[in-house]
T-cell receptor, first 114, second 117 residues
């Protein structure tokens, strides 16, 4: 089973609409969760962390459901500049992943249409 | 589909040795692959873009003579860290671009953790 799973899309959404992405992770011991944004041929950049109580940053809302091992990202009032790939990233601690135990999902591609 | 593998997943080596990391696209052919590096508490940093059959394009500040990239086939790119030193200890991750799509989608490998003693 894949460790971090996302719907690859693409999601084609009209400007101004609300769009939601989901992500599931396999390791119940995962410690922390993030959404990264990646623009074409650039390195992924941290968009926001995901906290157990849910958190909001402007038009972006992230939620975590530990029981279901599920993370979501909601984008309201979408802008053309939101077009990018959104990567779900999970810190699995010492059990694997990168320098900080980060494991990247394959990403969900979002296209905002005028 | 669109699976990217890396080998090895972890490597520990002595200072001064060279380490080769392989990145393979398992079920598709990738004319373009990317190499990233991630230091603790930092995000991924793009090191270079690897193009099959031609020289890699390195990002500013990345020494091309130290980080040798070879993309000899459509399914394999290698990164060789030459004369590795402790400061090269990092997490190296590759991605491969899936061609033929309307958008440039990169698929990431699982990464290689390098520790230089």
């Amino acid at each position: 089973r894949k460790e971090v799973e996302q719907d690859p899309g693409p999601f084609n959404v009209p400007e101004g609409a609300t769009v939601a992405f989901n992500c599931t992770y396999s390791n119940s011991a995962s410690q922390s969760f993030f959404w990264y944004r990646q623009d074409c041929r650039k390195e992924p950049k941290l968009l926001m962390s995901v906290y157990s109580s849910g958190n909001e940053d402007g038009r972006f809302t992230a939620q975590l459901n530990r029981a279901s091992q599920y993370i979501s990202l909601l984008i309201r009032d979408s802008k053309l500049s939101d077009s990018a790939t959104y990567l779900c990233v999970v810190n699995m601690g010492d059990s694997g992943g990168g320098a900080d135990g980060l494991t990247f999902g394959k990403g969900t591609h979002l296209i905002i249409q005028p | 589909g669109a699976v990217v593998s890396q080998h090895p997943s972890r490597v520990i080596c002595k200072s001064g040795t060279s380490v080769k990391i392989e990145c393979r696209s398992l079920d598709f052919q990738a004319t373009t692959m990317f190499w990233y590096r991630q230091f603790p508490k930092q995000s991924l940093m793009l090191m270079a873009t690897s193009n099959e059959g031609s020289k890699a394009t390195y990002e500013q500040g990345v020494e091309k003579d130290k980080f040798l990239i070879n993309h000899a086939s459509l399914t394999l790119s290698t990164l060789t860290v030459t004369s590795a030193h402790p400061e090269d200890s990092s997490f190296y991750i590759c991605s491969a671009e899936l061609p033929g799509q309307a958008t440039d989608t990169q698929y990431f490998g699982p990464g290689t953790r390098l520790t230089v003693l």
